[in-house]
Structure formats: C-alpha cells, structure tokens
C-alpha cells in the first residue's frame, strides 16, 4: 500500500507545471520528531540547487532521564508550487543515530542508521517579502541496524530564516 501511495504522489507531481522557488539558504528549528521516534528539536539548515531542488540537514539531540539521543539526518527535496507562496516537497533520505538507555536493567548503547523520506507542506513568507519558512513534514525511516525497532515516524513543524 505504501508503496503505490509513493508512486501515486510521484505521478501527482509530474502533472504540477510550476515549481516552487527554492530559497538558496534557509536555518532554524524542526520542532517535534523523526529521530527514531524520539520527539525533540533539530537545528536546520536547507541549502537549495537552483529552483527546484535542495538538501536538508538536521542534528538533533534529546536528553531524558533514561536514555539520550544524538541524530544527524540528510534529505533531498523535490519542491513543486500550489499557490502563491504555499510548496510541497517530497525526496529521500538518511539518518544515522546514536543512543544511550539507562535503565533499570543496566546501561546499552547503540547505533542506527535509517533510510527513508520526508514529505511536507511548506509556506514560504519571502512571498510578502518577510525572510521565513514554515513547514510541517513527516519523515518515516527503515532503521538498517536496530533490530528491536525497525520503522520509525515522526512529524514535525519547521520554523526557517531563509537568507
């Protein structure tokens, strides 16, 4: 099933003859989740390559009383325009991870390393000229190493300076 949901997003956005202007640089917070579910901020940064496509990285981190988290993901964007200022995008992706779990039976750590996508709405406030980029996305991930865990998902609201 999710399978031809991707395929019918793909044929959904070749018939879209306008593209989204893609902002050349963009950085701020990812507010909410992807990192293997552990829900918390990343620092953003988007660099574009010309109209239509750009890379996004995240690092996130997350510290609770038992266990701790640090991730880095990359995500490639294929941006399309629905109205004036209001894109979609969608692309693929990786993330690797690291973990710590303090728990009542002892003390793990590990590592993960996710492949997967992020697919999103984004409304772009340079439009009324005001250097901002809100977004909100969902980004499920195939962990390649954990075996505990394997599918991973989380969504989350993007807030951007672009320059």
């Not at 099933?1 to 306008?18: D, P, T, V």
């Not at 989204?20 to 579910?37: K, M, W």
């Not at 969608?90 to 992020?118: C, D, H, K, S, T």
Request: glycine share 16%.
């Amino acid at each position: 099933m999710k399978q031809i949901i991707l395929i019918a997003l793909f044929f959904i956005s070749c018939s879209f003859n306008s593209n989204a202007q893609v902002n050349p640089h963009a950085i701020g917070l990812r507010l909410g989740g992807s990192h293997y579910g552990y829900y918390g901020g990343e620092i953003s940064y988007q660099h574009g390559f010309g109209d239509k496509n750009r890379l996004e990285i995240d690092l996130g981190a997350r510290n609770h009383k038992y266990w701790s988290y640090l991730g880095l993901a990359a995500i490639f964007h294929w941006d399309w325009n629905l109205t004036a200022g209001l894109n979609w995008y969608i692309g693929p992706g990786a993330q690797i991870g690291f973990w710590n779990n303090r728990g009542n039976n002892g003390y793990y750590r590990g590592a993960g390393l996710g492949i997967g996508g992020q697919i999103g709405l984004e409304y772009d406030f340079n439009h009324h000229d005001v250097p901002l980029l809100l977004s909100l996305d969902v980004r499920p991930m195939w962990d390649l190493l954990y075996t505990n865990y394997t599918y991973w998902y989380g969504g989350a609201l993007g807030i951007r300076y672009t320059f």
